[in-house]
T-cell receptor, first 114, second 108 residues
């Protein structure tokens, strides 16, 4: 199975600043996803990031607030811009393994905005 | 929106089988049923998936009804470490969308 790492694992940020979260996979994958999990809630898909194309955002999420990069088949970043306390969540990176279609998740980045 | 319905919570005695139901009455012919679990503060862990046949692996068994409108995840011998939120997900070609899941508590 794909092994996914995320940096940072957690951070505390001030209102109005931005944070970039990195996601690294140990194998080449076509499809990567970013999710948000607010306290006590289930996971919500933010966007799908395929290498070589613009990220596709779900309803309620916009590129200006959550810009995503996907420079190659093993790496992606998600930036949370102009943060407010409502952005305090766990942000999770996920990949779909090309051979098995199984989807795996990273450990998450716990973000607290003060 | 999630396309599945699960009970919000269930209890199971340690050592007994845990049977977690899921309804997915609007599932399409090319959509798979996936199960994940999330232990507190960790990323979701893949358990098993299937299309229409029953599946078994080292973690669990997946029983899908003939009409594919519902399924059951079976943990044959639940342990305390199986306490988690279990998500049943219907997945087509691309993204995976999570519902509220079932919080399973395994009790000694």
């Amino acid at each position: 199975s794909a092994v996914i790492s995320q940096k940072p694992s957690r951070d505390i940020c001030q209102r109005g600043t931005s944070l970039t979260i990195q996601c690294q996979v140990d194998s080449q994958v076509t499809m990567m996803f970013w999710y948000r999990q607010q306290p006590g809630q289930s996971l919500t898909l933010i966007a799908t990031a395929n290498q070589g194309s613009e990220a596709t955002y779900e309803s309620g999420f916009v590129i200006d607030k959550f810009p995503i990069s996907r420079p190659n088949l093993t790496f992606s970043t998600l930036t949370v811009s102009n943060m407010s306390p409502e952005d305090s969540s766990i942000y999770l990176c996920s990949v779909e393994e090309t051979s098995s279609y199984e989807q795996y998740f990273g450990p998450g980045t716990r973000l607290t905005v003060t | 929106d999630a396309k599945t319905t699960q009970p919000p919570s269930m209890d199971c005695a340690e050592g007994r089988a845990a049977n977690l139901p899921c309804n997915h009455s609007t599932i399409s012919g090319n959509e798979y049923v996936y199960w994940y679990r999330q232990i507190h503060s960790q990323g979701p862990q893949y358990i098993i998936h299937g299309l229409k046949n029953n599946e078994t692996n080292e973690m669990a068994s997946l029983i899908i009804t003939e009409d594919r409108k519902s399924s059951t995840l079976i943990l044959p011998h639940a342990t305390l470490r199986d306490t988690a939120v279990y998500y049943c997900i219907v997945k087509g070609n691309n993204d995976m969308r999570f519902g509220a899941g079932t919080r399973l508590t395994v009790k000694p």
